[in-house]
C-alpha cells in the first residue's frame, strides 16, 4: 500500500496530499495535548486542520491507527496521570482539568488505562518514593 493510499485523491490538486496531511494532524494532536481540559470535538478539530470531519477521522485512522476519540481520551488521561504525579490537585479537579467532567467516568477510563484507580496511582508513586515515569 502507497503512503497515499489514506489520503484522498484528489487533496493534490488542492494543495493537500501525504506530506500536507501528516503535517495537519501533527499540528492537532499536538493541540490535543496542549489543551486536554478543552471541549474537543471532532468538527472543531476539522476546522483546525482545514479538513471535514471524515477526513479527519480517516487522517486519523490510516496516520495514526485509532480514532479521534481514543486519541483526545489517551491524552487526556496522560495529562491527567502527569497532574496526579506533580501536584497535590484534588482527584477531581485534575479530572476537570483534563476535560473529565463525570468523576466516576474519570475513574473508569483511568482504571482501564492504567490498571489502578487515579487515588491508588497517586499513592503508589508517592509512597514508594519513585519519580515520575517510573514502575
Same mark, same amino acid.
Given at each position: ?45 476539522? $476546522?483546525?486542520?482545514?479538513?471535514? /470531519?471524515?477526513?479527519? =477521522?480517516?487522517?486519523? &485512522? %490510516? ?5 479521534? !476519540? ?41 482504571? $482501564?488505562?492504567?490498571?489502578?484507580? /487515579?487515588?491508588?496511582? =497517586?499513592?503508589?508513586? &508517592? %509512597? ?5 515515569? !517510573?514502575?
Amino acid at each position: 500500500m502507497s503512503a497515499n493510499a489514506n489520503v484522498n485523491p484528489h487533496a493534490a490538486r488542492r494543495g493537500g496530499g501525504a506530506a500536507a496531511w501528516h503535517g495537519r494532524i501533527r499540528e492537532v494532536t499536538s493541540w490535543i495535548a496542549r489543551n486536554p481540559g478543552e471541549r474537543i470535538t471532532v468538527e472543531g478539530l476539522a $476546522r483546525r486542520a482545514k479538513m471535514t /470531519p471524515r477526513q479527519l =477521522r480517516g487522517a486519523f &485512522r %490510516g496516520i495514526l491507527g485509532t480514532s479521534v !476519540t481514543a486519541f483526545v481520551r489517551l491524552q487526556r488521561l496522560a495529562a491527567a496521570r502527569r497532574l496526579l504525579e506533580t501536584t497535590s490537585d484534588s482527584v477531581s479537579d485534575v479530572a476537570q482539568a483534563c476535560g473529565f467532567y463525570d468523576h466516576s467516568h474519570f475513574a473508569n477510563a483511568f482504571r $482501564r488505562a492504567y490498571g489502578r484507580s /487515579p487515588g491508588a496511582w =497517586r499513592a503508589g508513586r &508517592r %509512597g514508594a518514593g519513585r519519580g515520575p515515569g !517510573t514502575r
